[in-house]
């Protein structure tokens, strides 16, 4: 599992110059405005409802005895809450909004690579299919990823666990973002299980693909092009262990 998290991670570099050299920039343009837009609201409606979700969550605490600390706790917990669910979905929604585009990246840099396609003959059948296997893929990632997540922030409320909840909640917000990645592959060749069993094998890859995506994807620059470089990376490596299955 090292060596594939290594694997992951170095796959950045590899994505970098397989990009300069078939002069790809300018699939980075769409996904960055779109980020920047989605990435505006969900701070807005974080800064906005902490407070409302604070108050609701100190109208449990029924006692006079420190309840302005109380207040105060929720508050910084219900912001980053939202926070937390916000960058679960806004990771996962642009990742559902722009696969047809990130879909379509991965599959010109697979064509690059093996000079050859799985073909697929072009159906409504076909396309709704995968739509919806997009769709459940997504949706088992989100219930899965905001359920550790909670669970790791509530723990995180205890100050002597805040540290190793937060590196925690980085790795498996990074392991579902490569896991997204490598399904813009993954959907050509497998079907909805065996991409879960694919990447459950390769793990290791997903989340070292994840983790360089994630401290791209929350960085002032990086998030502009987090997405279509991820998704190259995931692809070069993706297919690479697809060739040697």
Same mark, same amino acid.
């Given at each position: 599992?090292?060596?594939?998290?290594?694997?992951?991670?170095?796959? %950045?570099?590899?994505?970098?110059?397989?990009?300069?050299?078939?002069?790809?920039?300018? %699939?980075?343009?769409?996904?960055?405005?779109?980020?920047?837009?989605?990435?505006?609201?969900?701070?807005?409606?974080?800064?906005?409802?902490?407070?409302?979700?604070?108050?609701?969550?100190?109208?449990?605490?029924?006692?006079?005895?420190?309840?302005?600390?109380?207040?105060?706790?929720?508050?910084?917990?219900?912001?980053?809450?939202?926070?937390?669910?916000?960058?679960?979905?806004?990771?996962?929604?642009?990742?559902?909004?722009?696969?047809?585009?990130?879909?379509?990246?991965? =599959?010109?840099? =697979?064509?690059?690579?093996?000079?050859?396609?799985?073909?697929?003959? /072009?159906?409504?059948?076909?396309?709704?299919?995968?739509?919806?296997?997009?769709?459940?893929?997504?949706?088992?990632?989100?219930?899965?990823?905001?359920?550790?997540?909670?669970?790791?922030?509530?723990?995180?409320?205890?100050?002597?666990?805040?540290?190793?909840?937060?590196?925690?909640?980085?790795?498996?917000?990074?392991? %579902?973002?490569? /896991?997204?990645?490598?399904? %813009?592959?993954? =959907?050509?060749?497998?079907?909805?299980? &065996?991409?879960?069993?694919?990447?459950?094998?390769?793990?290791?890859?997903?989340?070292?693909?994840?983790?360089?995506?994630?401290?791209?994807?929350?960085?002032?620059?990086?998030?502009?092009?987090?997405?279509?470089?991820?998704?190259?990376?995931?692809?070069?490596?993706?297919?690479?262990?697809?060739? &040697?299955?």
């Amino acid at each position: 599992m090292i060596k594939n998290t290594a694997d992951g991670i170095r796959s %950045y570099g590899a994505a970098m110059r397989h990009i300069s050299k078939h002069g790809m920039w300018a %699939y980075i343009l769409l996904p960055g405005l779109l980020c920047l837009v989605l990435g505006g609201i969900i701070i807005s409606a974080a800064w906005g409802f902490s407070d409302d979700l604070g108050g609701l969550i100190s109208n449990f605490w029924k006692w006079d005895f420190g309840k302005p600390a109380v207040e105060k706790i929720v508050q910084v917990f219900g912001g980053l809450l939202i926070l937390a669910f916000g960058a679960v979905f806004f990771k996962q929604i642009i990742m559902v909004v722009l696969a047809p585009f990130m879909s379509i990246l991965s =599959e010109k840099v =697979e064509k690059q690579l093996t000079g050859e396609i799985s073909q697929r003959s /072009f159906s409504v059948g076909r396309a709704l299919s995968d739509i919806v296997r997009g769709l459940r893929i997504a949706t088992r990632n989100i219930i899965r990823e905001l359920l550790a997540t909670v669970f790791l922030l509530l723990i995180g409320l205890v100050p002597t666990f805040a540290p190793f909840t937060t590196v925690l909640i980085f790795l498996i917000q990074s392991y %579902y973002a490569g /896991f997204g990645n490598m399904d %813009y592959t993954l =959907e050509r060749h497998f079907s909805y299980k &065996n991409s879960i069993r694919f990447v459950k094998k390769n793990r290791g890859l997903a989340l070292g693909n994840g983790i360089v995506f994630m401290l791209l994807f929350f960085t002032v620059i990086g998030f502009l092009f987090a997405l279509p470089l991820g998704t190259v990376a995931a692809t070069i490596q993706t297919v690479k262990k697809l060739e &040697n299955k």
